[in-house]
């Protein structure tokens, strides 16, 4: 299922995109049921993740919105 929205984080908007499934695999994030992630602020992409890392979170609002989305729905 494809899950899209927005989360701020200090006072910047990131905007994601997640495919999760109701079931964790080796392909998801830390063996999780997120199997595909982007994040992006301002229109540059800051995280990019489909089956492993293409673009790791590049700064610490990146990371902080990961890790929201992952206790969300990995």
Not at 52 to 69: F, K, Q, R, S
Request: overall charge negative.
């Amino acid at each position: 299922m494809w899950i899209e929205g927005s989360i701020k984080v200090h006072d910047s908007i990131t905007h994601y995109w997640v495919k999760c499934y109701e079931k964790g695999s080796e392909f998801g994030i830390d063996e999780g049921r997120i199997s595909k992630l982007m994040l992006k602020r301002n229109g540059k992409i800051i995280a990019n993740y489909d089956r492993g890392w293409d673009i790791e979170p590049v700064d610490e609002d990146a990371e902080i919105a990961l890790a929201i989305l992952l206790l969300e729905h990995n």
